[in-house]
């Protein structure tokens, strides 16, 4: 799913690694399907039905997945496992999406995750079935159109919502805003810390911040708040930025993703099976994605 702070591929991996170390997504768009819980035991991990397509799942990761079965990853997945002619099935975790690999597709819990970026080397990964990218999100009575963090009026502002980790994360701070934020970031998430566990602003939160002016301008991947900006009473402005940021020593800080269905490294079959599907599914993920409000971009693979 989409809920990694969305850094270069390999930053992402390293991220997790770091946290295990220390302690060790109905109607036309709904969603349907049973659900399990992923304290199954080490027996029953490994009994996969051939008629089922097990997806892993965060429990409360909004707006990505949910469980009453309304996030947007959710829906895709219901739409993946109609056109493999399967019954989809959510194995659902308590823990923070970002651990679903470690935790429960390698445990043989599950079978995909939805929603990965294409190349994630911990998993083998679908081709991409949509791409987007990080927004500026602004108040459209403020008339910021911003499209580029080479904009020079982004130095201008006040507060800067970003998300712990993330690109914007690494280019305010390369631009030396961070620590005229850092303080405003860490009241977002009541001052816990992100030191030594996993720590996010929720992206409803981030828009809410602009609507209500105490920020200037949020910084998200679309998916994680396009569906908050649409349903905004308050007029709000979601542009998708260029990819053409860099920090000042010329290192290219990507803005945009393809986005996969990811499989454990040796389910080979499953993957062939996924990509056949994925081109069924394909006008369905796209009516998904639109209805969310998703920025949408051609696939680079």
């Known amino acids: 799913m989409s809920r990694f702070t969305r850094l270069p591929v390999g930053a992402c991996c390293a991220l997790v690694i770091a946290f295990a170390a220390m302690s060790a997504e109905g109607a ?41 079965g309304s996030g947007l990853e959710n ?29 429960s597709l390698d445990k043989k819990l599950c079978d995909v995750v939805i929603g990965l970026d294409t190349g994630d080397p911990r998993v083998a990964t679908s081709k991409p079935y949509y791409r987007t990218g990080y927004v500026f999100v602004s108040r459209a ?18 507060h800067i919502a970003v998300a712990f980790g993330s690109p914007g994360e690494t280019l305010l701070k390369d631009m030396g805003k961070y620590e005229d934020n850092m303080a405003y ?31 200037d301008v949020a910084v998200g991947f679309a998916p994680d708040v396009a569906r908050y900006v649409k349903a905004s009473s308050t007029p709000l402005r979601m542009t998708l930025i260029e990819d053409d940021a860099a920090k000042s020593n010329g290192e290219k800080v990507p803005q945009r993703f393809d986005q996969s269905v990811a499989v454990r490294r040796d389910d080979k079959a499953l993957l062939t099976e996924i990509d056949q599907a ?12 639109k209805a969310e409000g998703v920025p949408l971009l051609p696939v680079t693979q």
């Open 75 to 103: 829906k895709i997945g219901v739409a993946l496992a109609d056109a493999m002619k399967r019954k989809p099935q959510f194995v659902w975790s308590q823990q923070p999406a970002i651990y679903l690999v470690r935790d």
């Open 28 to 68: 036309s768009l709904g969603v349907s399907g049973d659900a399990v819980s992923n304290a199954a035991t080490a027996s029953t991990a490994e009994l996969s039905d051939p008629n089922t397509l097990r997806i892993c799942a965060a429990k409360n990761q909004p707006p990505l997945s949910l469980e009453d």
């Open 185 to 215: 970031l860490y009241s977002l998430v009541n001052f816990k810390s992100a030191r030594n566990q996993y720590t996010q602003i929720d992206p409803a939160r981030m828009v809410g911040e602009v609507v209500s002016g105490a920020a």
């Open 141 to 158: 009575d403020r008339d910021l159109d911003i499209k580029s963090w080479s904009d020079a009026r982004l130095k201008k502002l006040g």
């Open 278 to 289: 994925l081109v069924a599914a394909r006008p369905k993920i796209d009516e998904i994605l």
